[in-house]
């Protein structure tokens, strides 16, 4: 535990010394998780800006958990840093345990701050159930952190990183409501296929948490929310431990 969280320190202070990652993965999602449920406030009511706020916890999750991990890592991999730490007594499981760990840290970090941020400049309300609603961002920025290792894979070098995990955000912000209804004009098998993503199950339930309603409620609707994000946790884990790259690719 003490080498997880020796990696989990050294992958914080190596993410604060790149400004340019700490502004495209920290920064830009935190103005937009805050600023555009501010502008929906003022420009319409509190009832779109609070769809606006839930659609972009996808967003967030997909900026500063899925693109976070997977820059950082093909970072690491091309500098040779990792190939480093897998000469030091830490086992591959601690060093991705860790990197791992310090991404969804932030990303819950981040969410948190928006989820106070907002109702303080919006009509938007707090959670009417924090528990449920806690407990499935802390399990979407785990579950899409360990796709991002996993995708880093499939990255051939570090300046390819970012613009390779544009698609995944604009999909979550796509299936969240994000852009607008704009699912309303693809087929329904794309709808339900959109509703199948790990960011889209988190929004499910932030919705729950907000919405009129019991425990009782919130927990028989978590059933297939909580089964989704299961599900991908295990592929992203599957598929990191079988292609994750520790070393550069050969030209």
Known sequence: MNRTLGVVKLGGTLYWREK???FGTAVTPLLLGIGLP???HRVLDARQATAVFHGMLAVVLAISGFMAITVSLTARRDSLVLKRLRTTELTDRQILAGEAANVAFQTVLLIALITVA???LTGVPLPRDPLIYG???VAGAVV???LGVAWSAAVPRAELAAPMTVPF??????AAGTFGPITELLPSWADTVAALLPTSAVVEMARVAYAPGDLAGDLAAAGRPALILAVWGVVGSAAAARWFRWEPRRS
């Open 20 to 22: 340019g990652t700490v």
């Open 38 to 40: 501010v502008l929906m």
């Open 118 to 120: 907002v109702p303080l």
């Open 135 to 137: 407990v499935f961002v």
């Open 144 to 146: 899409v952190t360990v």
């Open 169 to 174: 955000f604009m999909l979550a912000g796509l």
